[in-house]
């Protein structure tokens, strides 16, 4: 039980297509971000809520990109017109008194 | 931007020690160390404050120079259950919990 869920844990889509995923904190978190890691990087900040305020977008986020966060508790992560380059785990986390928990991720398979 | 870390890879024996370094162009108010295992999200093990408070829970330990914007991670004895790979991440701006991820370095204990 690692305090969030995520859910797809693996998406294969078709190139253009839109996918959404889920991220579900267990527990009540003011702060939710999203990261993206590709194969033997490190995550990439791509954005973060406080409660329901989008606070911070990174320019790895561009316009094909939206993230909710409509009551403060989930949120979702959708891709419009996906391309191969967003072939990444995508991963949640929350803020607590030991660094990140993250999330199990959404493996994306773009094809 | 992206602190970079050294080693980028190292194996060891069962039982012997490992230091993995992660260097900051950036002054650093905090460093947190994670751990990840292949096809796994990173797993907390430690943070470092500045004014050198440590948080952490694992048996493992790790050093902050604030003057040189550099974190050090210290393994000790180490057993198989430690290959993976390891990130330092850093946050630039206090407060945030915005984390910047290192290069990495991959950890291989052999029996």
């Known amino acids: 039980d690692t305090g969030v869920s995520q859910d797809p844990r693996h998406k294969i889509t078709k190139r253009g297509q839109n996918v959404t995923f889920r991220c579900d904190p267990i527990?009540?978190?003011?702060?939710l971000y999203w990261y993206r890691q590709t194969l033997g990087q490190g995550p990439e900040f791509l954005t973060y809520?406080?409660?329901?305020?989008?606070?911070?977008k990174s320019r790895l986020l561009s316009d094909r990109f939206s993230a909710e966060r409509p009551k403060g508790s989930f949120s979702t992560l959708e891709i419009q017109r996906t391309e191969q380059g967003d072939s990444a785990m995508y991963l949640c986390a929350l803020t607590g008194d030991y660094g990140y928990t993250f999330g199990s991720g959404t493996r994306l398979t773009v094809v | 931007q992206q602190p970079v870390q050294s080693p980028q890879a190292v194996i060891l024996r069962e039982g012997e020690d490992a230091v993995i370094n992660c260097s900051s162009s950036k002054a650093l108010y905090s460093v947190h160390w994670y751990r990840q295992k292949h096809g796994e999200a990173p797993v907390f093990l430690m943070i470092?404050?500045?004014?050198?408070e440590q948080k952490g829970h694992e048996k493992i330990s790790a050093s902050f120079n604030e003057k040189k914007q550099q974190s050090s991670l210290y393994l000790t004895a180490s057993q198989l259950s430690y290959s993976g790979t390891y990130f330092c991440?850093?946050?630039?701006?206090?407060?945030?919990?915005?984390?910047?991820f290192g290069t990495g370095t991959r950890l291989k204990v052999l029996a």
């Open positions: 470092l404050l500045k004014g050198g």
């Open positions: 527990s009540e978190h003011n702060r």
């Open positions: 991440g850093t946050e630039p701006i206090p407060g945030t919990y915005k984390y910047i």
């Open positions: 809520f406080q409660n329901e305020a989008q606070l911070e």
